[in-house]
């Protein structure tokens, strides 16, 4: 067992990278980057002394490992992960109460999902852990000289920069505000008039769905509405039945409703209204139409059409 700052940085960083292999609505995001979260606590820790890391007894005989003078008869024995977060609070100034909440949360989630039956990432979505997670990994890269573009490498980092630009302590009471009132004007409408603006949203959003739109409940009416946002990161690739499944993950930017005509723009928007965690954009297509790959039953067909191609370059001749 190591606890040298150098090995515990470079698991974190293997962690997240893991973590974002995944589908964002999958629930081994959340999992792995609770896992990574840790690690870079403790890492964190051991950047200002690995002896922090050891379980405290009378004996000394854990922080004894810690000084690479322990007893093989002796296991080592690590301090447990809210104690971990709890000494980062006290000795970083960066790493806020808000941070410390964000990552028990996080953490709390992970024991349940790891020591229960509950599926508890499919209950705790992206949204509601996301930016508070970008902002502890913030905290403890900074109290350890690092940033977030070495720990998440350029892309991912660009993307939590953004969303954390964007969540402004104030954006939340706005956009509640807003909700509110659009929640009134669409509930003094007649019931006919909200049925036919319903029906009308349900079917704008099946429409919607098809190009590109990621399909939502508006928090304002219920009824349904679309949030459009940026790809970024590497597509997500398995194989079907004859078929291949492209996943690719989305940044949400803007959400709109056509039943009451609550409108948000930005990522910190549109989690204020708990609809900021990153989607997947799913595509199937044939590994013809992937790889570029021509159908050899269409090859007598191709071959004509390239032949007619020469054909008018030797014309234009």
């Not at 989690?271 to 790959?293: D, I, Q, V, W």
């Amino acid at each position: 067992m190591s606890w040298e700052r150098d090995p515990l940085w470079a698991k974190a960083r293997l962690f997240f990278e893991r973590a974002f292999s995944e589908s964002r609505d999958d629930p081994a995001f959340g999992l792995w980057c609770s896992l990574g979260l840790e690690l870079l606590a403790r890492a964190a820790l051991a950047s200002v002394s690995p002896t922090l890391l050891a379980e405290p007894d009378n004996e000394h005989r854990y922080l004894l490992h810690a000084l690479n003078r322990g007893s093989e008869r002796t296991p080592r024995k690590s301090i447990a992960a809210a104690q971990v977060f709890g000494l980062c609070r006290t000795l970083f100034p960066d790493f806020t109460e808000e941070d410390f909440k964000a990552a028990l949360a996080l953490i709390n989630r992970r024991n349940e999902e790891l020591h229960s039956g509950a599926a508890a990432f499919d209950e705790y979505r992206p949204s509601q852990w996301l930016a508070g997670f970008y902002r502890a990994c913030r905290s403890l890269s900074t109290a350890m000289g690092e940033c977030l573009v070495s720990l998440f490498g350029e892309e991912e980092a660009n993307v939590a920069t953004r969303i954390l630009t964007e969540n402004q302590s104030d954006v939340r009471q706005r956009i509640q505000s807003s909700i509110a009132a659009h929640r009134k004007v669409f509930q003094d409408k007649s019931e006919q008039e909200r049925k036919d603006a319903t029906t009308k949203a349900e079917e704008l959003g099946s429409q919607l769905a098809m190009q590109r739109h990621h399909r939502v409940t508006c928090p304002a009416c219920q009824c349904i509405a679309t949030v459009q946002g940026t790809p970024f990161g590497k597509d997500h690739i398995t194989q079907g039945d004859g078929c291949i499944v492209v996943r690719q993950p989305v940044s949400p930017t803007s959400f709109s409703c056509s039943a009451c005509g609550l409108k948000l723009q930005g990522y910190a928007e549109l989690e204020a209204a708990n609809l900021g965690g990153h989607y997947t954009r799913t595509r199937t297509c044939s590994p013809e139409e992937y790889y570029g790959l021509i159908n050899p039953e269409d090859l007598g067909q191709y071959m004509e059409d390239y032949l007619a191609g020469l054909g008018d370059e030797y014309d234009n001749e």
